[in-house]
């Protein structure tokens, strides 16, 4: 959902949300906000813990990367559901997105059993999103398939190796030959591309029951 509205503004302290934000809450809501408090605030993200009468949500505005997290609940919330916190609202122009709270994290020191159930579940929503990684790129996912990968390691230690200690930098260099043979071997491999969430750690997984939801979609990349 989608409503229009002047530029974003810096967070109101009373609130605890950007002030054209409020709004757009309380209209995906349906219902005015009890209470709404940062929780995170940072150039890439602004996050807020929004009590109302009737739950508890998170509002999201993803300000740096491409594609916002917004684009990228948007298109899975329609695909795997099941393995995301429901999602109220989005605005994708503006990065911005509502969800439910499912609870919070818990899988440090959590059995081999659980991480298991964890990494199967993750591997469905790649398998099913492994048939359409064009269009997840045409959203805006940043392209690592193969020699893509490499090239953007190679863009990167590039402006890295002058701000690093010459010891350091010789090493990264001697290890581009592996590094690029590494991503061929990748981009043969007959296993199809598929997203990679980058940050799949245990603060962004809640266990709902006996079921993972997987939280902070930031880093997608195909």
């Not at 229009?4 to 503004?9: A, K």
């Not at 090493?171 to 980058?198: F, N, Y």
Request: hydrophobic share 40%.
């Amino acid at each position: 959902m989608s409503t229009p509205g002047p530029d974003v503004r810096p967070p109101d302290p009373a609130s605890g949300l950007e002030s054209d934000a409020e709004a757009w809450v309380a209209h995906c809501l349906g219902a005015p906000l009890h209470t709404a408090r940062v929780v995170a605030d940072s150039p890439r993200s602004h996050v807020a813990r929004i009590e109302t009468p009737t739950g508890t949500y998170f509002f999201k505005h993803d300000r740096i990367l491409a594609p916002a997290e917004a684009v990228v609940l948007d298109r899975l919330s329609s695909r795997c559901p099941e393995y995301l916190a429901p999602v109220v609202g989005v605005e994708r122009e503006r990065g911005w997105s509502l969800t439910r709270d499912v609870g919070r994290t818990g899988l440090e020191g959590a059995p081999t059993a659980v991480w298991c159930r964890v990494a199967e579940a993750f591997g469905r929503v790649q398998r099913d999103e492994g048939t359409t990684p064009e269009a997840w790129i045409q959203l805006g996912c940043r392209d690592r398939r193969g020699m893509r990968l490499h090239a953007a390691m190679a863009a990167m230690l590039a402006q890295a190796e002058p701000l690093l200690p010459p010891d350091v930098a010789r090493k990264l260099h001697s290890l581009r030959s592996r590094t690029e043979d590494a991503c061929r071997i990748l981009a043969e491999d007959p296993l199809p591309p598929t997203l990679v969430h980058q940050d799949l750690v245990p603060v962004n997984i809640v266990l709902a029951g006996a079921k993972p939801v997987f939280l902070d979609w930031s880093d997608t990349v195909v």
